[in-house]
């Protein structure tokens, strides 16, 4: 079965951390970009950090030096470690890629929480 799961969401004090997964089923994982998006209440979706397939990464201005997204291949799993969180980071995270066959993949998100 062809798809994306995200795992690793929650509630956090500001100033805390999360690290945030993102499972691939049904595709060849280390041939696509991948990407984490995110969307807060009222607001459109945001891309927050691409990894290319050579694990090469970017990232939205208003996370840089806060979050590090990374790639597993051998395990088929994306990954984003978010630090120093802040109550303007609170979101439904999703992981998406691109592929040949199956077109564009979302998984089904994940909440994320900043609030004391």
């Known amino acids: 079965q062809v798809g994306l799961v995200e795992s690793g969401g929650g509630l956090v004090q500001p100033g805390g951390s999360l690290r945030l997964s993102c499972a691939a089923s049904?595709?060849?994982?280390?041939?696509?970009?991948m990407a984490w998006y995110r969307q807060a209440p009222g607001k459109p979706r945001e891309l927050v950090a691409e990894?290319?397939?050579?694990?090469?990464?970017a990232y939205a201005d208003s996370v840089k030096g806060r979050f590090a997204a990374s790639r597993d291949n051998a395990k088929n799993t994306l990954h984003l470690q978010m630090s120093s969180l802040k109550p303007e980071d609170t979101a439904v995270y999703y992981c998406h890629t691109k592929t040949f066959l199956h077109g564009e993949l979302w998984g089904q998100g994940t909440q994320v929480t900043v609030s004391s």
């Open positions: 049904g595709i060849i994982f280390s041939r696509y970009y």
């Open positions: 990894v290319s397939t050579g694990g090469s990464t």
